[in-house]
């Protein structure tokens, strides 16, 4: 015959419940992550509880999961699917307390006993905790009758629910006025970078037919929330054409830019998609890209430049609209308009199985390709005349004519580095000119190409040789050197310097 536990063993017990429950809400007050409270939570309950098995899940307002953490179960904890669609939810719901069920099954677990308590905070079902089975526990001469739970700990399940319930919508909140504030500090950034820069500067130069029918194409796709790659060589306009995009989109959330190329590939995806406190030691919660654009647009420059890992968990972000943050298990709703933008050619990286097929054709909604600079001459006095217009205006002093000659030499110049190298080029003319950019100021920021006209060597020749001199002129410095070029010093690397 089994004995009932001593007055001693029940005493003890009963002080470690007040303690844990003390020791709980000095734990559950600080502002943690919901799967951390949810870990915590748990690991307390079986410390006081023994149970065989148990489980903690939570759900957001819309019934969707936001943490999971149990013990006992092969293979790890049940889906949040399973365990919302149990029996033992409808009944937590209906009755809106603790329930206790003998001999059953439970997400495919048989158990002799159950107790399963929700996890309310004011009228808000947030979740439940279920602990199957109880263990024997005991010395010699106290033994402790297993399966069942008393009244005693039911009891205590129920404060530990309602400590978890305070802890989980504070968390919440905590966590819904921290992603308002890193929202509010991107559209700040935008909305400071919109207002305070010079609009002219912004607007984009098109006479050239060529140039002109990708911004018409840009303008007829700005409305619709279909993907957009836009193509062309570094320093061709593309964040400018989707910054239009982003504007004409009517979207009310703001744009974020990603430079895939410049983030190191080891931090791209946190930078994407956020990041957990904790993860590893020193590592702060951080809010992703994707988040961070919320009914906004994304645009992801150098796309091509993604390692593979990081494209199976983008598709997933574009097909399931959502994301999953470094070190977190709940999904996150994201709505996000995509603009990718990329100088390689995607069909070869396809062929090589260095990008993925599935991911491209995801992208390729609209393409927008966008002329280099050199098959668009006839912009070239046009972007000059407003390069330096608006660069006397900024710097305060009288603009300065451009002399035919000067103007002769730029046109005859092919621009490896497009207009991004034509505008660095102009506002150093300015800055070394004195009553007028002549051709002896313009000459010497060609490299010495100029005057032998586009056709006279071949387009590469005539890149390498330029960038040799500019690398020439800045002492062999890779970094100021792209600075003049209107490119990025990994572009340079990828061109052999």
Request: a negative charge; glycine letters at 10%.
């Amino acid at each position: 015959m089994k004995r009932q536990p001593s007055s001693g063993l029940a005493e003890k017990r009963r002080i470690l419940q007040l303690e844990t429950l003390n020791d709980l809400a000095v734990a559950l007050h600080a502002h943690r992550p919901e799967q951390e409270l949810v870990d915590e939570v748990l690991e307390r309950v079986c410390a006081v509880l023994d149970p065989a098995a148990a489980v903690v899940v939570t759900r957001d307002a819309y019934g969707d999961p936001r943490a999971i953490s149990g013990v006992g179960w092969t293979g790890g904890p049940p889906d949040a699917g399973s365990l919302f669609s149990e029996p033992v939810w409808n009944e937590i719901l209906a009755s809106g307390q603790t329930i206790a069920l003998s001999a059953g099954e439970f997400v495919g677990r048989p158990f002799e006993a159950m107790v399963a308590t929700p996890i309310v905070y004011r009228g808000v079902f947030l979740g439940y905790l279920a602990l199957l089975d109880k263990e024997t526990r005991g010395g010699p001469g106290e033994d402790v009758a297993g399966s069942g739970f008393p009244a005693g700990d039911r009891r205590f399940l129920e404060a530990v629910s309602a400590l978890a319930g305070v802890a989980l919508d504070g968390a919440r909140q905590f966590e819904s006025l921290r992603v308002q504030k890193d929202r509010l500090e991107e559209e700040n950034r935008v909305l400071k970078e919109l207002f305070t820069a010079d609009l002219e500067d912004r607007r984009i130069i098109a006479k050239a037919p060529a140039m002109r029918r990708a911004l018409e194409m840009a303008e007829r796709v700005a409305p619709r929330g279909v993907s957009v790659v836009i193509r062309g060589e570094s320093g061709t306009g593309k964040e400018l054409v989707a910054k239009l995009l982003h504007l004409r989109s009517g979207r009310s959330g703001p744009m974020v830019v990603v430079d895939c190329a410049a983030v190191p590939e080891t931090l791209l995806e946190s930078e994407l998609f956020g990041i957990e406190e904790g993860v590893a030691t020193g590592v702060s919660a951080r809010l992703g890209k994707f988040e961070l654009a919320h009914e906004g647009t994304l645009f992801l420059d150098e796309i091509g430049d993604i390692r593979p890992e990081v494209q199976v968990k983008l598709l997933r972000a574009l097909q399931e609209r959502e994301v999953v943050r470094i070190g977190a298990r709940a999904p996150i709703p994201t709505d996000v308009r995509l603009v990718a933008a990329t100088h390689r050619d995607l069909e070869q990286l396809v062929r090589d199985g260095t990008f993925r097929e599935d991911l491209y054709y995801r992208l390729k909604g609209v393409e927008i390709h966008l002329p280099p600079l050199r098959e668009r001459r006839e912009d070239i006095p046009h972007l000059v005349r407003h390069v330096v217009e608006n660069f006397c205006r900024r710097e305060g002093i009288p603009v300065l004519r451009v002399h035919p000659d000067a103007l002769a030499l730029l046109l005859a110049y092919d621009f490896p580095g497009n207009v991004r190298e034509l505008q660095n080029m102009m506002e150093a003319a300015v800055s070394l000119a004195d009553e007028e950019v002549g051709a002896e100021v313009v000459r010497p920021l060609l490299g010495g190409t100029a005057g032998s006209g586009p056709q006279a060597l071949e387009l590469g020749a005539v890149e390498r040789q330029h960038i040799g001199k500019v690398l020439k002129l800045t002492g062999g410095n890779k970094s100021s050197a792209a600075r003049i070029l209107g490119i990025d010093r990994r572009t340079l690397q990828r061109k052999g310097f």
